[in-house]
């Protein structure tokens, strides 16, 4: 059987499908339920400096290709999430922690709390539809990007990787910025902005109007994004967005990932997708004659 082992700096994952953030990832107990139906690693749900509700419901659609969500970062803060987090130390598998802030400190704060707490990496939220002051508030300006990945990239150990938005005319821009801010990976794409009308009712059916499409509709965005990406920069790049089967997980690999996240597909399809996924990715991988991940990494770059 082919080895899918693969490192992102020190986060060593067994194998390239991370869960991605946002799904069954709110509670230690759902994150090892993750990592016991096949997840390599599994990236938390946004974690803040403080407790924050959320936007009230309706927050989720679901579309024949996707959903679309406006949560509104729902989460406990970073005191009450990193006593959760040390529930599950040692975890079987590296636990990423998504973290939010509206400006260096806030992250800083954040991604020092989540790494004391067994954190094995840190993934930083820079793009989120629909949050004002956060996200993609801040992660469509290159020179924030940089300074705030520069900010916690200096303060934490362990790898900080960076999640950038699709909503921007090029999101390369936004990528070197995470580079030269010393940022050890980017994670593309969250995602896109988008809104639902309910014509019975003539209003927006999200209590926020607008929210984030995920899931198969936009596969094909993501891949680009990677591909984009890939031509532009030198660290690794995460690729997240509608990946459902092994094929889709293909498609991201050959763009330029080393490695990639699954979400929307674990709501629609259940955590047995982390092993579909894989399994299907070793049967492709033995029959093309691939011998590991960094064999078919990048294989439709010239
Ligand atoms: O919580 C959310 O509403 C949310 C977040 Br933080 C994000 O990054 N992307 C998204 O689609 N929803």
């Known amino acids: 059987m082919i080895d899918l082992a693969v490192e992102i700096g020190t986060i060593r994952m067994s194998n390239p499908a991370m869960l991605a953030s946002g799904v069954m990832d709110e509670t230690g107990e759902a994150l090892v339920r993750m990592m016991e139906a096949g997840a390599?690693?599994?990236v938390t749900k946004s974690i803040g400096v403080a407790a924050h509700d959320g936007h009230p419901n309706p927050c989720l659609v679901e579309l024949p290709h996707g959903y679309v969500n406006a949560m509104g970062l729902?989460?406990?803060g970073m005191d009450r999430f990193a006593e959760e987090l040390r529930t599950i130390m040692p975890a079987p598998a590296p636990v990423i922690a998504s973290v939010y802030a509206a400006d260096e400190e806030g992250f800083v704060a954040v991604a020092a709390a989540m790494e004391d707490a067994g954190a094995a990496g840190v993934e930083m939220n820079l793009s989120c539809?629909?949050?004002a002051g956060f996200g993609m508030e801040l992660g469509t300006d290159p020179a924030r990007v940089r300074s705030m990945?520069?900010?916690v990239a200096s303060s934490v150990s362990v790898p900080v990787m960076a999640k950038l938005t699709p909503n921007t005319?090029?999101?390369t821009a936004i990528g070197r910025a995470v580079e030269d801010?010393?940022?050890d990976a980017v994670v593309a794409i969250n995602t896109l902005r988008a809104m639902c009308i309910s014509p019975e009712f003539a209003r927006p059916v999200l209590s926020n109007r607008y929210g984030g499409l995920s899931g198969p509709a936009v596969r094909p965005v993501g891949v680009r994004a990677v591909y984009d990406l890939r031509r532009e920069l030198s660290i690794p790049i995460v690729g997240v967005g509608g990946i459902e089967t092994w094929r889709d997980a293909a498609e991201y690999i050959m763009a330029?990932?080393?490695c990639f996240q699954v979400g929307s597909a674990v709501g629609r399809r259940g955590p047995e997708v982390f092993r579909e996924i894989t399994g299907g990715l070793q049967a492709f991988m033995e029959s093309h004659g691939y011998a590991g991940m960094k064999d078919m990494e990048a294989a439709v770059h010239d």
Request: aromatic share 0%; proline share 14%; no cysteine.
């Open 40 to 42: 390599g690693a599994v």
């Open 74 to 76: 729902p989460n406990p």
């Open 129 to 131: 539809p629909h949050a």
């Open 149 to 151: 990945v520069e900010a």
């Open 169 to 171: 005319a090029d999101i």
């Open 181 to 183: 801010g010393g940022g």
């Open 256 to 258: 330029g990932a080393s």
